[in-house]
């Protein structure tokens, strides 16, 4: 089985390290000095107990290098993903399964669907249909992926918490190259269950990316601090119970409800999310596939999202004004 880990940044870079451990043939494309630091000294993970792990890492910037893969983890930020499908052309052949790992509403989200809103494309994570038209939906299992981590510095992981990444097909059958990827990420030491609803589990992590994420580029508070301020906390709720009555409208069944969610952000602790890891960074800021695609969906359904279109605005604005939007 070959897999390549297309983005290996703080997601990407730990679950190769992962894999490679575990004896996978793994390879990856990067750039930059994360790739020659990866080239030259491999590519190193700090455990959460403070251990570390070095692996060499076959990396490179052109696919083409790589040749055609069973498995492309997409690991990048979802605005990142659009202008670099033609250039993952050269790792995808007739039988590569594409694993969507990228946060906020997949732009495949309506492929398999069922019902009024079958093969719906989404303007706000794919313009152009450049994803459904290059990658196609067809080739597309669901991740959802659940460890934090940061890059410390070229070529070096910080894993800070989780571990499991939940797959799903978009139809919720449990397919072949479903269970062949769970049993070689289990094999790494990854928890990777095979849902059956996939997009319940993609809206109860988006809760808190659609919440967590803006709030805390605007007011730099850590999750603990923006979970447990009651100002802050009541916008989160306002927030999310508004997504909640828009997923409902498209079927999604929530397992746990608002309160519960927000408490399970404040228990991760002192973590920066990664849009206000972005912002100190000079990074383009993940906003469209979190927020704006949550408003468009609001439409759709013709869901008033009041408290989401105020956030929303807000931090295009603090992401425009830093040059980062």
């Not at 849902?195 to 808190?208: F, H, T």
């Amino acid at each position: 089985m070959k897999i390549c880990i297309f983005g290996a940044g703080a997601i990407g870079g730990y679950l190769a390290v992962k894999l490679i451990e575990s004896g996978a043939d793994l390879s990856i494309v990067a750039r930059g000095p994360h790739l020659e630091a990866m080239r030259e000294n491999g590519l190193t993970l700090i455990n959460e107990d403070g251990t570390e792990t070095t692996v060499p890492a076959r990396a490179s910037d052109s696919p083409a290098d790589l040749g055609v893969q069973d498995y492309v983890f997409i690991t990048l930020k979802a605005h990142s993903v659009p202008s670099v499908v033609e250039h993952m052309q050269p790792l995808i052949g007739a039988d590569t399964t594409i694993v969507s790992g990228v946060n906020g509403v997949p732009w495949w989200y309506f492929y398999k669907h069922g019902g009024a809103y079958e093969g719906m494309r989404l303007a706000s994570v794919d313009p152009n249909d450049a994803q459904w038209n290059t990658l196609r939906p067809d080739r597309v299992l669901g991740c959802v992926v659940y460890p934090a981590a940061e890059v410390i510095r070229p070529g070096v992981i910080k894993h800070i918490e989780g571990n499991r990444f939940s797959l799903g097909e978009p139809d919720g059958t449990k397919s072949d190259r479903a269970t062949a990827l769970s049993q070689a990420l289990a094999a790494a030491g990854l928890r990777a269950p095979i849902r059956p609803r996939i997009r319940d589990e993609i809206w109860v992590k988006l809760w808190g990316n659609l919440s967590f994420n803006p709030i805390s580029a605007l007011t730099h508070a850590t999750l603990d601090v923006m979970c447990t301020d009651p100002g802050t906390r009541s916008v989160l709720r306002g927030m999310m119970t508004e997504a909640q009555t828009v997923a409902e409208k498209l079927g999604v069944k929530f397992p746990i409800d608002v309160e519960r969610r927000i408490d399970g952000g404040a228990a991760v602790g002192a973590h920066r999310t990664s849009m206000w890891q972005d912002l100190d960074a000079g990074r383009p800021m993940e906003i469209d596939a979190l927020i704006k695609a949550v408003q468009e969906l609001g439409s759709l359904t013709q869901t008033p999202t009041p408290t989401i279109d105020t956030v929303l605005a807000l931090v295009q604005l603090r992401a425009k004004t830093a040059g980062l939007y």
